[in-house]
């Protein structure tokens, strides 16, 4: 199997200048390889890694071998954008990113202004493609429509009780509560406590007193896992179990690490797991054989972002910003989480959104009713 090129690279590192001469088609991975959400960034990584050594194994596309570079921008707006303004000067073909939307948004200008195309694999921000940019895409869904999951159920299974919204500030955090408390009090729900916590914060205990006094039955948080894992720990230290719901942010194992038992029946919504589907199998069994951890999302996601670059550059017949562009709007492509097609936003035709639950250590789906 053919070895591709991977860089892990800080913002200084890129700023300096990581691009050579390439004689194949170059495809960058902004992504997040330090910080508090590497985890994530990890499995995005195995992800784009995987797609390109499995379509290189083919032949590649238009005649040519893919090599990966990996930009690190720690889910940080300001390294994200040098991350892009050097993928630009490296002459990509296209994009892979961001993980996060806080990094996403500022990137996509730059990408824009350059007419380099960039799919994410996970920024789930409703304003990253609301901006109307024609090179801009994303296989995931958006926060408007995973919000208003979580906001019903609450209405559903907490009516009448008193519960709380909160979030990091952040785009990706701050977004998706924001829909979650819109949608709970249009079913007829009350928002008995709205807060917000900073990305990085460690203790707690301010908070968790504030929810004791409101007497919350119910914890909607928007953000990442590390911060809502102490929370949620923290809580259960100082006798307080409320019933803790969060988004796509806490697909992630380092949740159960932080938690515990603690974190024992925590909800959140997350596009249906693509591990349970049959085309899926093939790939897990290659992560495996890499020695590399078990796929989640993450991982999914940023291969089928790989795959639909791939596949619309063939369509293209050109690595031209514009001609893969067109070609993205205009055809439906065969990746490992299902058929994708994108409106003329460059969101996906057909979003999906479940609910999972914390098992014994182990996300589980819920049934649906």
Not at 61 to 79: N, T
């Amino acid at each position: 199997m053919r070895l591709t090129v991977l860089s892990f690279v800080s913002a200084t590192a890129l700023l300096a200048g990581f691009g050579t001469a390439q004689a194949d088609i170059v495809i960058g991975l902004g992504t997040a390889t330090t910080g508090p959400v590497a985890a994530l960034g990890e499995q995005s990584v195995y992800g784009a890694r995987q797609a390109i050594e499995d379509i290189n194994a083919k032949g590649g596309v238009l005649g040519q071998k893919l090599v990966l570079k990996v930009g690190d921008d720690a889910c940080d707006p300001r390294q994200a954008v040098a991350v892009a303004n050097q993928f630009v000067r490296d002459q990509v073909a296209a994009v892979v990113g961001h993980l996060c939307s806080g990094a996403s948004i500022p990137a996509a200008d730059v990408y824009q202004e350059e007419g380099v195309v960039m799919i994410t694999p996970t920024a789930t921000n409703p304003l990253l493609t609301s901006k109307g940019h024609p090179n801009i895409f994303r296989v995931c869904g958006r926060d408007d429509q995973q919000g208003v999951v979580a906001g019903k159920y609450l209405a559903d299974a907490f009516k009448g009780k008193n519960i709380a919204v909160l979030d990091d500030k952040q785009a990706y955090g701050k977004g998706l509560a924001d829909v979650v408390a819109d949608t709970l009090e249009k079913a007829g729900g009350k928002v008995a406590y709205r807060g917000s916590v900073t990305a990085g914060e460690r203790d707690f205990s301010a908070l968790i007193t504030s929810l004791k006094d409101k007497k919350i039955d119910a914890v909607y948080y928007g953000g990442y896992h590390p911060e809502l894992g102490l929370i949620v720990r923290q809580a259960q230290e100082q006798g307080l179990k409320p019933q803790f719901i969060a988004g796509d942010g806490l697909n992630n194992q380092e949740y159960w690490s932080i938690t515990g038992p603690a974190g024992e029946g925590t909800l959140y919504t997350d596009s249906p797991s693509a591990a349970s589907d049959p085309k899926a199998q093939e790939l897990i069994a290659s992560f495996k054989a890499a020695g590399l951890p078990e796929p989640g999302n993450f991982a999914f996601y940023s291969y089928a972002a790989v795959q639909v670059i791939a596949q619309g550059l063939q369509k293209a017949g050109s690595v031209d910003g514009k001609k893969l562009s067109d070609a993205l709007h205009s055809g439906s492509y065969d990746t490992v989480v299902g058929e994708v097609e994108f409106d003329k936003k460059g969101d996906i035709t057909k979003p999906n959104y479940v609910m999972y639950e914390w098992t014994n250590g182990q996300p589980k789906m819920v049934a649906q009713k």
